[in-house]
């Protein structure tokens, strides 16, 4: 009875139509869309960033071909203090980076995904000012990563709609 149960349910899993984003590895329609993605400069730390995570994703399978998309990204980093103790200090930071991104085709100039993208991380205030310091730093390179990995998602799920929908 159990092996009647997994198999109707692997028959309906290959019903479903799922299919691997990545299929074909490095040499997938997905992987050498990402790869002809060129990444515009994005403004202040936050961005420098989220910029060298955006092209360590995108072109981590060779990017050697021509750009064929840009991609523009903005940033809004926002640090806020909440949480007041007894003397009025404020115990906790909330840090939220934000992204308006927009992937142009470069030949057209037509935008092929306009979106956002974003994070936010807590900060614990400590007694040491540096501790609080080096907390605010670390949370903004978690959420330059995470952002950049939502970004890379969004534009990957394009990418492959846009494949599908050329067959």
Do not use: H
Not at 46 to 74: F, H, M, T
């Amino acid at each position: 009875m159990k092996r009647l149960a997994a198999l109707a349910g692997a028959l309906m899993l290959g019903a479903c139509g799922l299919q691997p984003m990545y299929a074909g590895g490095g040499n997938g329609a997905v992987a050498r869309g990402l790869a002809t993605i060129q990444v515009s400069a994005i403004e202040g730390r936050a961005g420098w960033l989220v910029r060298n995570a955006l092209v360590d994703r995108l072109q981590a399978g060779g990017g050697n071909e021509a750009p064929r998309y840009r991609l523009d990204v903005r940033l809004d980093d926002n640090l806020e203090g909440f949480a007041l103790l007894s003397d009025d200090t404020i115990g906790r930071e909330r840090r939220t980076l934000r992204a308006r991104y927009q992937l142009v085709d470069v030949a057209s100039g037509a935008i092929v995904l306009d979106a956002t993208a974003g994070s936010d991380a807590g900060i614990d205030v400590v007694s040491s000012d540096y501790a609080t310091i080096a907390a605010e730093q670390t949370a903004l390179e978690n959420l330059s990563r995470d952002v950049a990995d939502r970004i890379v998602t969004s534009v990957s799920l394009q990418l492959r709609a846009g494949e599908s929908g050329s067959r």
